[in-house]
């Protein structure tokens, strides 16, 4: 059977990968919103955040792959492969370099507090399963790479943006497989 993409042009491809990564999107938020209310935000908090730290490193593995990166290839690897991910397609989000030399990114609207906005829910409180996920993609693309949180709810410390998170390049690269369980499995 001919693939279906064959036929498309490039506006219709760039189209697709939109259109499939805010199912992504969706997709995430409709899990996670049937483990808050079956088991409770704590509960689903844990999950959450077990899920996006397996699944953020493989992402990130698939990108490192895709991109054609050097097995270490830094911060520059990190910015060639975080506008990939499903989520900085989705929203609005930039990259700046601080005075550091730190790649910090900057989701400015977020699809997930919007909508739960929308649906008169609670904001969700992001912030843990944010780290979790930037640092699982972080490691996904080079093991030296660290991740913090500067401004992600319920801590907000920058009004300007939803989320904001800072990567650094730890000077330290003997992270090993049995410190992350989770990414020595294929």
């Keep these: ?22 199912n992504m999107v969706a997709l995430d938020g409709v899990w996670f919103q049937a483990c808050e209310k079956s088991d409770g935000m ?19 593995r698939r990108f490192k ?7 270490l290839p830094g911060l520059a690897g990190l910015r060639q492969a975080l506008p990939l991910h499903f989520n900085s397609i ?7 370099d601080d005075a550091d030399g730190a790649l910090v990114f900057r989701t400015i609207t977020c699809r997930v507090q919007q909508a739960r906005s929308r649906q008169n829910m609670p904001w969700h409180p992001c912030r843990p399963v944010g780290l979790a996920e ?5 490691r996904g693309i080079d093991e030296r790479i660290r991740c913090e949180a500067i401004s992600c709810y319920p801590v907000i410390t920058d009004s300007s943006c939803a989320c904001s998170w800072r990567f650094t390049l730890a000077a330290n690269n003997s992270v090993t497989s049995a410190e992350h369980p989770a990414e020595a499995r294929p």
């Excluded at 844990?46 to 953020?56: T, Y």
């Design 134 to 138: 930037y640092s699982a993609f972080a």
């Design 65 to 71: 792959a895709f991109l054609k990166l050097p097995e």
């Design 90 to 96: 989705v929203n609005e989000a930039e990259m700046v």
């Design 1 to 22: 059977m001919p693939s279906p993409l064959a036929a498309l042009s490039k506006n219709e491809l760039l189209a697709l990968v939109e259109c499939l990564a805010k």
């Design 42 to 60: 704590d509960k689903a908090m844990v999950l959450d955040e077990a899920v996006w730290n397996r699944f953020a490193f493989l992402e990130a």
